[in-house]
């Protein structure tokens, strides 16, 4: 059984201190998960639905036929 994790990076301030555009140093970055999905056998991909919902979309790998 796996669970996915969805993760957050968010800065703690909007803009590079120095000015330069160049982001947020990784030492004012917080990373917040929270789980969205348990229970999946072999997920491969996880990515967000893109139309503002705030759904995330799961693949999983089929499993192999016994047949």
Do not use: C, F, W, Y
């Amino acid at each position: 059984m796996a669970a996915l994790l969805s993760a957050t990076v968010v800065p703690a301030a909007s803009a590079a201190p120095d000015g330069s555009g160049h982001g947020v140093p990784p030492d004012q970055l917080t990373v917040v998960t929270a789980p969205v999905a348990s229970g999946l056998k072999q997920p491969v991909a996880m990515v967000a639905a893109n139309d503002h919902s705030g759904r995330m979309l799961i693949a999983e790998r089929a499993r192999a036929s016994t047949a």
